[in-house]
């Protein structure tokens, strides 16, 4: 799927509007998404909700996975395993995608989310269904 074709999506996406996630780069097999801290993505003790975190994994690994995909392609998240490793707040967060798999029906993305000063968040592992 062409980069262009990506942002695009990603600028209609009302969810993606919600909770700030945006581009920062794509390339073959790769994505890098990022988002700001808000306070309507904090838990009640004033850190990222966890879901919020696993909102920004989905996204990146979802369009790791595009990036494969031919313009008219189709993409589900069929599965997402992440592990949390440290609880943060009052900074931005960006996640790095790469896909390890990509089969005719599903593919794997690996999913690092990381604080702006690099403090490792959290690990995900994608796995999307695609048409």
Same mark, same amino acid.
């Given at each position: 799927?062409?980069?262009?074709?990506?942002?695009?999506? %990603?600028?209609? /996406?009302?969810?993606? $509007?919600?909770?700030? #996630?945006?581009?920062? @780069?794509?390339?073959?097999? &790769?994505?890098?998404?990022?988002?700001?801290?808000?306070?309507?993505?904090?838990?009640?003790?004033?850190?990222?909700?966890?879901?919020?975190?696993?909102?920004?994994?989905?996204?990146?690994?979802?369009? %790791?996975?595009? /990036?494969?995909?031919? $313009?008219?392609?189709? #993409?589900?998240?069929? @599965?997402?395993?992440?592990? &949390?490793?440290?609880?943060?707040?009052?900074?931005?967060?960006?996640?790095?995608?790469?896909?390890?798999?990509?089969?005719?029906?599903?593919?794997?993305?690996?999913?690092?989310?990381?604080?702006?000063?690099?403090?490792?968040?959290?690990?995900?592992?994608?796995?999307?269904?695609?048409?």
């Amino acid at each position: 799927m062409k980069e262009e074709l990506q942002r695009e999506m %990603a600028k209609g /996406t009302p969810y993606f $509007d919600h909770l700030g #996630i945006e581009i920062v @780069e794509v390339s073959e097999g &790769y994505a890098k998404l990022r988002f700001d801290f808000k306070d309507q993505l904090a838990h009640p003790f004033g850190y990222f909700h966890g879901g919020a975190i696993a909102s920004l994994a989905d996204a990146t690994g979802v369009n %790791a996975v595009m /990036t494969l995909l031919g $313009d008219d392609g189709k #993409i589900a998240t069929l @599965e997402m395993k992440i592990n &949390y490793f440290v609880s943060v707040k009052n900074v931005a967060l960006y996640a790095e995608g790469k896909v390890v798999h990509k089969g005719k029906r599903f593919a794997v993305a690996d999913v690092d989310v990381k604080s702006m000063n690099d403090e490792f968040i959290a690990k995900a592992i994608v796995t999307c269904a695609i048409s």
